[in-house]
């Protein structure tokens, strides 16, 4: 323990007997009150040379009071001087800064000019000054505190002068037990608090502006009883019997008599205050901002380092994966014992209490972020304004960004862990300095596309930002084509060439907002100025750069922009007037125009030569065409793509074989004639094109372009002669294949029926399904033709039919493709690795779902427990433990430690617990406190909130009713009182439920309202005819799968919510005397989880393009149960008895047995 206090001798052999002593702290001086009324006043000498003692002098005032001095205290005020009155004026001023109390019924305080009377009902003994208007008093047995205002005149005025409300007013009144001396008062001033001690050796610490106690320290209790009481910072010093000093700080004692110096023991609160030279309290606070960060008080320990101004880079220590790259060599730099102080180890740190940290960690580094900022924008004010005296050196201006680097670096990184919706608004701040680098990889890591976006943008990383945008474009629905061009419109004319190179694209798919890239002008009134230069500023794009990349790229949109040029701009430059007339008559693009009249519109005209030729062109005179190209325009190449433009396999060698012809008549070009058949051998008539070469053509003058006829001949060979094995060996593949089917028995009997108009086979032609259901053909060809006119009513194809005809293509594929490889068998193994995998450790694209962990423990269990696999122990053991870690106070369960809780996740914790199914498991469920959670959460209208403060739906409705119904809690009727009726509600004019009254139906819905009414014992009350109907149409024809709602794809998790339904109503049914209907097919559903929905790896998915998961693969699984188990019959089970999966509960998911279990559990 510290060398708290040390005996020294101040003056000795005193002339007078002591009765009272207090010492002014800020004069260095001891007063000393006798009992014959004389006052001692003793200073502190100048240090002799040569000697380590101290010298004391002092003076005796022997006048000073007539009666004896039992209590002396000095009161500094915030002026100058204190005096204290009474009515026999037996107080005394002593050198303009001491004022002395004394036993008293009546007195006033006066500061120079300052006089209040204060009225006491008793003899005040002690007085203590704490604030600047709060004055304590001590009386016998209580303590009072006084609100006292202070009044400036020049002279005395008496009690009765003074107005009602500036009078002294008493605040609070605290008894302290013996009524037989006052109690003992102190003021800790660094602490702003008041410290009374009672019962003797007991001290309580009151706010001293209120009278209240207060919570941040906790009484101090003395080893014995306490005879004068004093605060010298930072101790408490207490004078005991037997002449014992007792020193307190906190929890720590420290005696007198002990003055030996042992070892800190990490009492760093003590320490930094003890500490003397700035350098080693600057250490200390270091520890005791390590020590609080340890003690999981990880604010304090930032208002430490703010305080302190610690570089930030050493507070990151404390999280070393924040630290980017760049500046992990720079931490070198610091003294090894400078960074130990740093070094903590988090990992005992729950995953909560690190969220906690991170947000702390974001608090201060915005604070110091804001620091930097303030500092640098300064910096360049004071540089602009010309004022360079104030301004940065280039070393601390290079620190100062520095530090804002890493600052945002660091921040970015914790707002992507805790709050990835912050990272935007620090992305778009105008001085965001993160490093690029580590950004990108950050927010790539998370899949924070739109942040990236953003970061891109600010940094003007042009190239890069849209080449994520395109890579995006083919993935989420988020992003278009729009979000591209929006993108180029912003660009300026410095980046004409990346616009140019990414509009293409645009173009392509839209040729209108293409137009509008180079259209959209920054300067609106640009549609009412002429002509333009074409280096102003305000004119966005090089318009001869766009004409000739439009005339290029994408012919179609040179009309739409050279007439916004014209008649927008009012561009008058002749250039952009000629080409958009030659582009009106030459109508390149446009097949609708009337020949005609364009024809007559050019007439003879010989300055539009190549325009007549266009038009002849449509008109089917393409001889004449040929002879202007190549007799007037000598325009070679305009006769070759006319050629490609109008040539016709049917008539292959016409035009090309007339346009030799007329090269060779007059005046033969034998070079381009042989050029034209070296380019295009296989389009002209070899035969006559040679024949009209003439014969004194010499033989190497043709080589070249024989040689190229007979190289595209033999490439055409050999492919047709591929193309014509491949097809023999599809025959003969398909030959065998029809042999076998051939061989194939199939066994009719006169029961057979067929699986679309339910009537018998009998002697009419069938079709065998692929899940060896019949049905005619006749029914079969009409379903066909009915799915297609379906398709096809409105007179177009619609993006959800073609969604539709995909989906149906791939699943046909997946199911050919697993039956050939896997057969129609459940891959047990492969499934039970998947999960167990994922329950061990799921991937860092999980991390969005931390509220679901309590769900991904009931979908895996769960989904083992149907494969038949026992989960070990220590995997049970721990999924418990966590569980119970997710129990909150109010009863329910949260997502994970720490959340909120919520009826969901409820749900889902206790359904895992009891598919668990120990004692340990169902144990842990608090009943008392789940109870209370349920009730909580109920609305007056019958429903129930999701969570606190959150939206009321029928999944609430039936998680509430499931936990409640399976745990036996004891649900009156009044808790679930108008809760049917609500749920009703919610059942829509088709016929399923709706999330909430006035709502689309749902699959998922309409489990839930169905579910919680056969819990209710309430489903009378439904129109379950409409209901069923509804059902039944959402099993899909064609795949066997169901969909979620009409016009929506099928998905596998639907097997179960579906397939449910029909189960809870035949067990629920309230006319149990009707026969049992089969409502569902349920061999096309085992189908389509069978084949379409198991993924090759393992797991189930949702349909064959998407990855498999734990949520599709438990309810997958789930309504593969209850498909087999749907009815009696033995033949319902596909693939045969190694793919029956174990039986489900058709209300609460769960294992028969496990259902069993719980109730014999929770009923004892």
């Known amino acids: 323990m510290y060398e708290a206090y040390t005996n020294e001798e101040i003056v000795f052999k005193l002339p007078i007997e002591a009765s009272s002593i207090t010492c002014y702290a800020s004069k260095e001086k001891l007063f000393i009150g006798s009992r014959q009324g004389h006052l001692i006043t003793c200073n502190q000498a100048v240090e002799v040379q040569g000697t380590s003692k101290h010298h004391y002098e002092y003076q005796v005032c022997r006048t000073f009071e007539r009666r004896p001095i039992v209590e002396l205290q000095v009161f500094t005020m915030p002026l100058n001087l204190t005096r204290l009155y009474t009515s026999s004026q037996n107080i005394r001023r002593f050198r303009h800064f001491l004022t002395f109390w004394s036993r008293t019924k009546f007195c006033e305080l006066c500061e120079v000019d300052t006089f209040v009377p204060i009225n006491l009902q008793e003899n005040a003994q002690v007085i203590v000054w704490c604030e600047p208007n709060i004055l304590i008093l001590a009386v016998k047995g209580a303590c009072q505190f006084w609100n006292i205002e202070l009044l400036h005149k020049n002279e005395f005025i008496d009690e009765k002068d003074f107005e009602p409300a500036k009078r002294p007013r008493l605040l609070e009144l605290i008894r302290t037990g013996s009524s037989e001396s006052a109690p003992l008062v102190v003021f800790l001033l660094k602490k702003t608090i008041v410290g009374i001690c009672r019962e003797g050796s007991v001290v309580d610490f009151y706010e001293p502006k209120t009278g209240k106690i207060t919570n941040d320290f906790s009484s101090c209790k003395f080893s014995d009883q306490v005879l004068s009481l004093v605060y010298h910072h930072p101790y408490l010093v207490g004078i005991l019997p037997k002449n014992l000093l007792e020193v307190r700080f906190q929890y720590y004692v420290w005696a007198a008599e002990e003055p030996s110096m042992p070892p800190m023991k990490k009492q760093f609160e003590l320490a930094a205050q003890l500490s003397a030279s700035s350098t ?16 999981r008080k990880f604010s304090k320990c930032f208002e430490i380092h703010t305080e302190l101004k610690t570089d930030v880079l050493l507070v990151l220590n404390l999280f070393p994966f924040f630290i980017p790259e760049k500046y992990v060599a720079v931490l070198t730099r610091y003294p090894q014992a400078e960074l130990q102080t740093f070094e903590v180890s988090l990992e005992n740190i729950a995953e909560n209490e690190r969220k906690f940290a991170t947000q702390a960690l974001i608090q201060y580094l915005v604070a110091r972020r804001a620091e930097q900022i303030a500092l640098v924008n300064q910096h360049y004010l004071d540089y602009n304004s010309g004022n360079k005296a104030r301004t940065l050196c280039t070393n601390e201006l290079k620190r100062h960004e520095a530090s804002l680097e890493l600052i945002d670096t660091v921040l970015l990184k914790c707002y992507i862990k805790a709050n990835p919706s912050m990272a935007k608004s620090l992305l778009r701040t105008k001085n ?37 945008l395109q890579r995006e474009v083919k993935k989420h629905e988020s992003f278009g084509i729009k979000d591209i061009a929006n993108f180029l419109r912003r660009l300026k004319r410095d980046q004409i060439s990346l616009v140019l190179e990414f509009s293409a694209p645009i173009l392509f798919e839209s040729v209108e907002l293409g137009v509008q890239i180079f259209t959209s002008s920054t300067d609106d009134r640009e549609t009412d100025l002429k002509q333009r230069a074409e280096n102003d500023p305000r004119v966005k794009f090089d318009r001869e750069m766009v004409l000739q990349f439009l005339k290029k790229e994408c012919v179609q949109a040179v009309i739409p922009y050279l007439e916004h040029v014209i008649y927008k701009w009012n561009d008058e430059r002749p250039r952009f007037h000629e080409e958009l007339l030659e582009q009106y008559v030459m109508q390149k693009i446009d097949p609708y125009y009337s020949v005609e009249n364009a024809s007559n519109l050019i007439g003879d005209d010989e300055n539009l030569m190549e325009e007549s030729a266009i038009i002849m062109g449509r008109l089917g005179q393409h001889l004449d065409v040929l002879k202007i190209y190549t007799e007037i325009l000598m325009d070679f190449n305009g006769a070759e793509r006319h050629c490609q433009t109008y040539y016709d396999e049917k008539n292959a060698s016409t035009h090309n074989e007339k346009r030799i012809e007329t090269e060779l008549r007059r005046k033969p070009n034998i070079t381009e004639a042989l050029k034209l058949f070296k380019r295009h051998p296989t389009k002209i008539n070899t035969v006559g094109a040679f024949a009209i070469i003439p014969p004194s053509t010499l033989f190497n003058r043709i080589c070249e372009a024989l040689k190229a006829l007979f190289e595209t001949s033999n490439n055409q060979l050999a492919s047709t002669n591929l193309i014509v094995s491949l097809t023999n060996l599809l025959i003969q593949r398909n030959k065998k294949r029809l042999k076998e089917l051939k061989r194939q028995r199939i066994s009719i009997t006169e029961s057979a029926e067929c699986s679309l108009c339910k009537k018998r086979i009998m002697n009419s032609a069938f079709i065998r399904n692929r899940d060896h259901s019949f049905s005619h053909f006749f029914c079969y060809k009409n379903r066909m033709e009915k799915n297609e006119r379906k398709e096809e009513s409105d007179g177009f194809i619609t993006p959800t039919v073609l969604e539709q005809r995909r989906v149906e293509e791939i699943v046909v594929k997946q199911k050919r493709e697993w039956t050939r490889t896997h057969g129609m068998h459940l891959q047990n193994k492969s499934h039970v690795d998947y999960i167990l995998a994922c329950l061990e450790g799921l991937p860092k694209s999980y991390s969005g779902m931390d509220a679901s962990r309590s769900w991904f423990c009931y979908w895996g269990l769960h989904a083992l427990r149907l494969l038949g696999h026992k989960p070990g122990k220590a995997l049970q053991n721990g999924i418990v433990s966590f569980l119970a870690s997710c129990q909150t106070e109010d009863g329910g369960y949260g997502g994970g430690p720490g959340q909120m809780a919520h009826l969901a996740t409820t749900y889902a914790s206790v359904m895992s617990l009891i598919t668990i199914g120990t004692d340990e498991a169902l144990s842990s469920i608090n ?41 036996g809690l004891p649900v009156q009727d009044q808790l679930f009182e108008e809760t049917a009726s609500w749920l009703t509600r919610c059942q829509t004019y088709e016929g399923g439920f709706g999330g909430e009254p006035n709502c689309e139906a ?37 795949e066997g799968g169901f969909q979620g709602r009409a016009n929506k794809l099928v998905d596998g998790c639907y097997s179960y919510w579906n397939a449910a339904c029909f189960s809870a109503w035949e067990c629920f049914d309230p006319d149990q005397t009707k026969p049992f209907r089969k409502l569902f097919d349920t061999a096309a559903l085992q189908s389509y989880v069978l084949e379409a929905c198991q993924a090759p790896s393992g797991g189930l998915r949702d349909k064959p393009d998407k990855n498999p998961d734990l949520y599709h693969t438990c309810y997958t699984l789930s309504g593969l149960s209850t498909s087999q188990f749907y009815s009696s019959t033995k033949d319902e089970v596909l693939g045969g008895k190694r793919n029956i999966v174990e039986t489900v509960h058709p209300i609460y998911n769960i294992h028969i047995d496990a259902y069993a279990r719980a109730l014999r559990y929770f009923e004892s």
């Open 927 to 967: 009943l008392k406190t789940l109870n209370f959670f349920i009730h909580s959460m109920r609305q007056p209208n019958g429903s129930f909130t999701i969570h606190k403060g959150g939206e009321s739906d029928v999944r609430a409705v039936y998680c509430a009713l499931a936990v409640a119904n399976i745990c």
């Open 432 to 468: 965001c300095c993160c490093i690029v680098s580590e950004a990108e990889k950050d927010l790539n890591q998370y899949g924070l596309f739109e942040e990236l976006l953003i970061l891109y943008e600010k940094k003007k990383m042009y190239r890069k930002y849209l080449e994520l």
């Open 1002 to 1038: 749902h699959s998922g819905y309409t489990f839930c309202g169905l579910a919680g009414l056969a819990l209710l014992r309430k489903l009378h009350l439904v129109n379950i005819d409409a209901a069923l109907k509804w059902l039944v149409n959402r099993q899909m024809t064609f």
């Open 280 to 295: 080693q309290q600057i250490a200390i606070q270091r520890q005791l901002a390590t020590k609080y960060f340890f003690e």
